[in-house]
């Protein structure tokens, strides 16, 4: 059986998924995809600087809702040393863990709204209260910016039946509960992924069989050892595996190709699905924070996103840049948790 594109099934539901994640560059210069920039020029640091004058009164606390040595905190602790340099105070990067990613993000709406206490907030923030987890969403926080967005991508073992994600899904269709899949935990974001897609190809969430680890690592152990047949986490993370030719990445659910991996397809180019996931960091803090120190930690944050260390950092981690200001952020929070709200509810996963 060879599957065609089905224009006319219904996916308003997911349309929006991460589609509404493909926003506009608004910080002068920025650039998102990984592109290198040349070193951040004293001069616009000193303009951020000029905006609010009093701001910071000491030490910034930037709170991580994850363990340390993750990406997550990696990538917190490089914004953290290149804010510091440039707002001249100590960024002390604190990890808050504890109840799948809740405690960390509460710590941030309930710290003082001075802008001495920001974090760096995950895509998580619009999952956990659907699952009943925490009352707590985007809402509750400030956005400043959006540092960073990565697809899920489709891996399989380098030898395995499928070269494109078309006929994973034929074969997925023709064969319920044949495939194996893993990733993450249950529920969590590479889960959300896998569903759904399988939603928006109208097949039953119950046709993959899903695996839970304690993360994309353990997962793509498994896969190159021949215990699942797929998994669904950010292309970046199966980096190792890609380059030593023991897995191959049939697609990316992301709106646009990953520039770290250009010869990955979009599922959209694949099938004409417009269906897509990510995940996405950036930095907030809690509601009431002053204008003007919203204003000057995001000029600051510009500046990290389109220097040549952040860049080269974010590419040699497999990680993509995607760069947005507070109010696109905000939108971005926003839509997010209400379309992987609505996929989440469809594939049960939802109290």
């Known amino acids: 059986m060879t599957r065609t594109a089905r224009p006319a099934r ?30 951040v020029d004293d001069d616009a640091v000193q303009a951020c600087n000029d905006i609010n004058t009093e701001y910071p ?61 920001v974090g760096l907030v995950t895509v ?24 960073n967005e990565d697809g899920a991508g489709i891996t399989v ?20 509960g044949e495939v194996t899949a893993s990733g993450t935990g249950q529920g969590g974001i590479w889960h959300l992924a896998l569903l759904g897609m399988l939603i928006d190809n109208d097949i039953p969430v119950d046709a993959v069989n899903f695996v839970p680890s304690e993360g994309a690592a353990p997962a793509l152990q498994e896969l190159v050892a021949g215990g699942v047949d797929m998994t669904t986490n950010a292309l970046g993370e199966s980096k190792t595996m890609l380059d030593s030719e023991r897995a191959k990445a049939l697609a990316v659910m992301g709106t646009e190709r990953d520039p770290a991996f250009p010869d990955v397809e979009t599922l959209q180019e694949q099938t004409g699905s417009d269906y897509s996931m990510t995940v996405w960091r950036g930095i907030a803090g809690p509601l009431e924070m002053d204008p003007t120190v919203v204003e ?22 497999g990680l993509g840049v995607k760069y947005a200001g507070a109010e696109d952020f ?19 996963l939802a109290e």
């Not at 440039?86 to 990613?101: A, D, K, P």
């Not at 995001?298 to 040699?316: K, P, R, V, W």
Request: net charge negative.
């Open 10 to 39: 219904t996916r308003s539901l997911l349309r929006g998924l991460a589609g509404t994640a493909a926003l506009a560059l608004v910080a002068a210069g920025c650039s998102g995809g990984g592109g290198s920039a040349e070193s």
């Open 57 to 117: 009164s000491g030490p910034i606390e930037l709170i991580v809702p994850w363990a340390a040595g993750g990406g997550t905190d990696g990538v917190a602790r490089l914004i953290g040393d290149q804010l510091s340099g440039q707002i001249g105070t100590s960024i002390n990067v604190v990890n808050r863990t504890g109840g799948s990613g809740v405690v960390g993000h509460q710590a941030m709406v309930d710290a003082a709204p001075d802008g001495q206490t």
């Open 124 to 147: 998580e923030i619009g999952m956990m209260h659907h699952q009943g987890l925490t009352d707590i969403s985007g809402e509750d926080l400030t956005a400043i910016s959006q540092m």
């Open 157 to 176: 073992a380098a030898d395995a039946e499928w070269e494109n994600a078309e006929e994973l899904l034929t074969h997925i269709e023709e064969n319920p």
């Open 296 to 317: 000057e930690l995001e000029c600051h944050l510009g500046l990290i996103a389109e220097s040549e260390e952040y860049n080269q950092f974010m590419t040699d981690s």
């Open 330 to 348: 905000q939108t971005l929070m926003r839509e997010d948790d209400a379309a992987k709200g609505e996929v989440m509810e469809e594939a049960g």
